[in-house]
């Protein structure tokens, strides 16, 4: 029998006024998958991330969770149920520090009792030193121990990054959007960023969607690789038949293979 797909999209529908952004897209990806979502400039991958993660709303189509209704939940309740999500430039608290940064992806896993937090109640403090515990652990386990203390507006583009990737994985997802987690590095950081998606699969059992421009990066990484074309999927398959594909070749060079 079948296994139902972590994330099956199917039918999304997204217009802003006149321009329709997504148009009938289907999208699935497996638990334990590593998904590529590809196009170019203005194709509709952050449109869908938004979509996928509650930001807005499809005005048709679905966005199932583990089979779950993701279209009928805010995006703290999704949160919940294992979605957590990168951005294309680096969402941070500028004046906070890295470890505070993080500490706020783990928002969604302490106790909703807001009374026991002002207080300061013992089972509060424990909470809070647990959570405090495990953020300065994954900061370690993404090798930027070294700046919990650290302001996080004045940190370099690179390590931004990797400061939001922490704080998402706090939120110990089981299903993680990047967007475009690779752009902006040097080609060190490009390296090193494959290795850690490898091991959040392997060591985290957590499926990954990602937006990427990087091409050798996604060849390299993904599972399978979907592209879209002004708001349209084109193409799926693995990475080396989407790059031979003359659909895609021409929407990405503007002339026939």
Partial sequence: ?????????????????????????????????????????GAGKTSLFNCVSGLYRPSAGRVLIDGVDALA??????????????FQHPVLQPDATVLDNVLLGGHVRLAPQPAAYAVRWAGARRAE?????????????????????????????G??????????????????????????????????????????????????????????LVASLCDKVVVLVEGRKVAEGPAAEIQRDPVVIEAYLGSPA
């Fill in 1 to 41: 029998m079948a296994t139902a797909p972590l994330l099956d999209v199917g039918g999304l529908r997204l217009r802003f006024g006149g321009l329709l952004a997504l148009d009938d897209v289907d999208l699935t990806v497996a638990a334990g998958e590593i998904c590529g979502l590809v196009g170019p400039n």
């Fill in 129 to 157: 030193r647990a959570l405090a515990a495990q953020a300065a652990e994954t900061l370690s386990w993404l090798g930027i121990a070294d700046l919990a203390g650290a302001t996080a507006g004045a940190l370099p583009y």
């Fill in 159 to 216: 390590a931004m990054k990797r400061v939001e990737l922490a704080r998402a994985l706090l939120a110990e997802p089981r299903l993680l959007l990047l967007d475009e987690l690779a752009s902006g590095l040097v080609h060190e950081e490009v390296h090193a960023l494959g290795d850690v998606i490898r091991r959040l699969r392997a060591e985290r059992d957590i499926s990954v969607l990602l937006v990427e421009h990087h091409m050798c």
């Fill in 73 to 86: 939940l805010p995006p703290h309740r999704l949160a919940a149920l294992g979605v957590a999500r990168t």
